[in-house]
């Protein structure tokens, strides 16, 4: 799950939200609670929540907030998988707003649209002049369309196309016509400088269907949970195996996430400096902190150590930088240097302060399972009970703890996991037992 500010605010519920979409523009205080409104309508799938969505979306008002509601409410249609809203969906097709379009394009993907008509306007937008055509190349694909494959072909090559409508394009061909020789200029994306382009690459690596490529993918400098995205939608049987790549193993990769295993890019005029090392793990892109977090290494402990602690107060309200600090604290536990301050840190991390998706409890857990044992297999009722601990990383990171652990009940421990509903922790537990 990803980070999104409307978690941290007061939830609204499924009243409350159907009350605010019904009011008309006049009559809303604040615009933005249209979108916070079809935001938290979101978790309340049913046909209520659909007919409140399709009204919605019905009208046109020029106000910016109400447009950005509007396709959001196209796309919670979408993946209420409401067929209703199709015939609506379509007219936006022709609208001069590109982004409602570019919206409208996705969500008939999504619903498996099949309409000869409606595919042939979707592909006529190749030919326009139009500001997204990698989510077109992405619908056609998706629904499995063939139709335009010497266009995208074309579009593969053109020194025009973006990366992202490069990358697309050979994800289609791949998928819809078997070229797995495109497999390595695919990888290729993993490779360039800009990180939002590397985050498309995964993308159009699960478009194309290869498992082949995850444990190249797996070494990308970029966030956990774009891996997790990858690994969990390219592999998707029981199979602990496949052409002597260990799928588990690659699991466990990415959870631990050794910055030593990541194949970072170079950057010029990188320093070597430690406070320059620090102030690049609050960076956006992955690669520069895991850049840093591989030059840290080569400092010794104790002063990575006051530099980690001087910095931890400015750290700590920053939820991306978190994750990097602790993961630094890692390897410190890694070299045998265990601070008592570390586990403070751990305590606080692991509290209801912060919602138990943000990716850095994982590793909390890891340091927590280091620091104290007595505390861990006391908390383990807790870190494998689904309410307590909703994210399945999470979970699956107390068993990564426990598989390491030298004790005799082992196996009994993990089998208060062996029934969870998600299939990877459920797998990592059957490991342990056997």
């Known amino acids: ?12 519920n499924k009243k409350d939200a159907i009350n605010i979409l019904r009011k008309p523009i006049s009559e809303v205080k604040l615009l933005s609670d249209y979108y916070k409104a079809v935001f938290h309508l979101a978790n309340f799938p049913c046909e209520e929540s659909e007919i409140v969505l399709l009204d919605f979306i019905k009208y046109n008002y020029e106000k910016l907030e109400y447009k950005i509601a509007k396709r959001k409410a196209i796309e919670t249609l979408a993946i209420f998988d409401c067929k209703k809203a199709i015939p ?16 409208a394009i996705w969500a008939l993907g999504k619903l498996k649209c099949n309409d000869k008509d409606v595919i042939n306007k979707i592909c006529s937008i190749l030919y326009k002049q139009f500001h997204n055509k990698r989510v077109v190349i992405q619908t056609l694909t998706n629904l499995g369309v063939r139709k335009e494959i010497d266009k995208i072909r074309s579009l593969s090559t053109d020194t025009q196309s973006s990366n992202g409508v490069k990358g697309a394009s050979l994800a289609a061909l791949i998928k819809l016509c078997g070229e797995d020789d495109k497999l390595g200029d695919l990888k290729n994306f993993l490779r360039v400088s ?35 995205q990858a690994i969990d939608s390219l592999w998707i049987n029981e199979l602990e195996s496949w052409n002597n790549i260990k799928l588990i193993n690659l699991l466990d990769s990415v959870i631990i996430d050794d910055p030593k295993k990541i194949d970072t890019l170079e950057i010029n005029n990188f320093k070597k400096d430690i406070n320059f090392l620090i102030e690049q793990l609050y ?74 998706y943000m990716k850095f409890k994982s590793s909390a857990i890891q340091i927590f399972g280091c620091l104290d044992d007595t505390k861990f297999y006391n908390n383990l009722n807790q870190f494998s009970d689904e309410k307590n601990t909703p994210y399945w990383k999470n979970r699956y990171s107390a068993l990564l703890v426990l598989q390491d652990k030298k004790i005799h009940i082992k196996k009994d421990f993990a089998k208060l996991f062996s029934n969870d509903s998600h299939r990877f922790v459920r797998l990592k537990a059957k490991e342990i037992c056997s």
């Open 88 to 103: 609506i969906v379509v007219d936006f097709l022709n609208n001069d707003d590109d982004y409602l379009v570019e919206t």
């Open 283 to 356: 960076h956006t892109d992955f690669n520069r902190c895991y850049k840093s977090m591989n030059e840290l290494e080569k400092f010794p402990s104790d002063k990575i150590l006051y530099y980690l602690n001087k910095n931890w107060d400015r750290a700590k309200s920053d939820y991306g930088a978190i994750y990097f600090f602790i993961n630094a604290y890692k390897i410190l536990l890694d070299r045998q240097l265990y601070d008592k301050s570390i586990l403070k840190k751990v305590d606080f991390l692991l509290s209801d302060t912060w919602p138990d």
């Open 194 to 228: 800009n990180q939002n382009e590397r985050h498309c690459a995964v993308q159009d690596i699960i478009n194309a269907g290869h498992l082949s490529i995850l444990p190249f993918l797996i070494k990308s400098p970029i966030s956990p949970s774009f891996k997790l």
């Open 1 to 12: 799950m990803q980070y999104n500010p409307f978690n941290n605010l007061p939830k609204i």
